[in-house]
């Protein structure tokens, strides 16, 4: 039998997810403004667009490492520790790069600090999530947190550079310190601790180095997990037209005031194919996950024949609508993993995730020089058509294995445990997103 979508009242009635989702979006609003800030101040100090270009793409870099690194503290602490702990922690490394004399290069530095600190945070926060939302409530709860994200870059790169205006750098470096200590506070007094799940805790007492590589095993040796993370990181090739948005609205004689259009087309698209997603029932958004994981790259192929602006802004923004399906795929992911090891299998994506987009973004920037960028999304896009259904048949044989022994999951979180316990005596507080 089909079930029914979930609904927001449904998800916003847990007094937890509330309080996730309120620390989630203190946390992107105080990092976009400490983004925009750093690389204001670093192009003030510097008058290099280059140098102010890096600094914005070093705040993302340290999540590759730390998703790879670090992610398996979630599996070893208390997951509300972990994120109240790595939400401390950067709010003082951003309040100490708020303090004036500290150089520039320090600033900088610190900055990879803030960003190794978010893998913890971000595994910790994913894995907690099926704890606290069951069956299709989880779904629509990813989507939401997605959604929050979505809209805080939309209004960041807007809102960012004025109220850094207003404020100044180091002022914007205070406020994104502050977002992180209310983090904390919300985290600490509103979520429940979270224990490791059984099983967890020998991992500690492994080597290091296997530690690091539980989660790899994990994922590699489970067809559904290889497939839905490489689903996932297909999100590499429809990346790439806002890393080259700047010069297509050149290259197609649109003028500056265009790139806001074309940066701003995906986000929302991806926000409006949430809403479109979420009246769909939870079998059938599993049955199109292949369907829409190609239509994310299909639909970019006509950028190859010089549309006007109106049209590129469409196919943009259907892109973006198609690749909602990253809250079904992050759903079916963490609900596909056993409790105890979700830090380490969240680890895996996060790192996979950041290779697959900066290394896309890069090596289009890259080739774009050599090349038209129009020509550099169509092979993207072509490329990512390609790899996308390759993945597609990939779940759908794993799929129809499992189904076939009797195993199908729908994507959804196990039967909730008995909880009677969970709220004693854990000690460990860590991290926000």
């Not at 989880?138 to 960012?160: E, K, N």
């Not at 290259?251 to 949430?274: D, H, K, Q, R, Y």
């Not at 072509?382 to 990939?394: E, F």
């Not at 759908?396 to 445990?417: M, T, V």
Request: proline share 6%; aromatic share 6%.
């Amino acid at each position: 039998m089909s079930q029914q979508p979930a609904t927001y009242r449904a998800v916003f009635g847990s007094s937890e997810f509330r309080r996730l989702w309120l620390a989630h979006t203190l946390s992107v609003a105080g990092d976009q403004l400490a983004r925009v800030a750093l690389t204001i101040l670093v192009y003030d100090r510097t008058a290099s667009a280059g140098l102010a270009a890096v600094t914005y793409a070093v705040s993302y870099v340290p999540d590759f490492l730390g998703g790879a690194l670090l992610a398996g503290i979630a599996d070893r602490y208390s997951r509300r520790g972990v994120m109240v702990a790595t939400d401390v922690a950067r709010g003082v490394v951003v309040a100490v790069m708020a303090l004036p004399g500290v150089p520039l290069a320090g600033q900088v530095g610190l900055l990879v600090v803030v960003q190794l600190l978010a893998a913890p945070f971000s595994a910790a926060r994913q894995a907690v999530l099926p704890d606290i939302l069951r069956g299709d409530s989880l779904v629509i709860g990813i989507g939401v947190i997605s959604m929050t994200y979505q809209a805080g870059l939309v209004i960041g790169f807007g809102a960012g550079a004025v109220v850094v205006d207003a404020i100044g750098a180091a002022g914007a470096l205070w406020v994104d310190s502050a977002t992180f200590a209310l983090s904390a506070l919300v985290i600490r007094f509103g979520v429940r601790a979270h224990p490791p799940a059984p099983g967890a805790a020998p991992t500690v007492r492994r080597r290091r180095w296997s530690g690091v590589t539980r989660g790899w095993r994990l994922v590699g040796g489970n067809p559904r997990l290889r497939a839905l993370l490489v689903i996932a990181c297909c999100s590499g090739f429809y990346v790439v037209p806002e890393g080259l948005a700047v010069p297509v609205a050149d290259e197609i004689g649109a003028g500056t005031a265009a790139v806001g259009w074309l940066l701003a087309a995906n986000p929302v698209g991806t926000v409006l194919g949430m809403l479109v997603l979420k009246r769909i029932s939870p079998d059938r958004r599993l049955r199109l996950l292949g369907p829409l994981t190609v239509a994310s790259s299909l639909v970019l192929v006509p950028t190859g024949w010089q549309p006007g602006l109106v049209v590129l802004v469409l196919l943009w923004t259907a892109s973006g609508a198609f690749s909602a399906h990253d809250m079904v795929t992050q759903a079916a992911y963490v609900a596909e993993v056993p409790p105890e090891e979700r830090g380490h299998a969240v680890g895996v994506a996060i790192a996979s995730l950041r290779a697959a987009q900066g290394l896309a973004i890069v090596v289009s920037g890259l080739v774009a020089q050599l090349v038209s960028p129009i020509v550099v999304i169509t092979a993207a896009a072509v490329l990512g058509t390609v790899v996308g259904a390759g993945a597609s048949l990939s779940w759908a044989r794993a799929s129809s294995g499992q189904a076939s022994s009797g195993q199908a999951s729908s994507g959804q979180a196990p039967p909730p445990a008995d909880r009677g316990s969970i709220d004693r005596g854990e000690a460990g507080d860590e991290v926000a997103g």
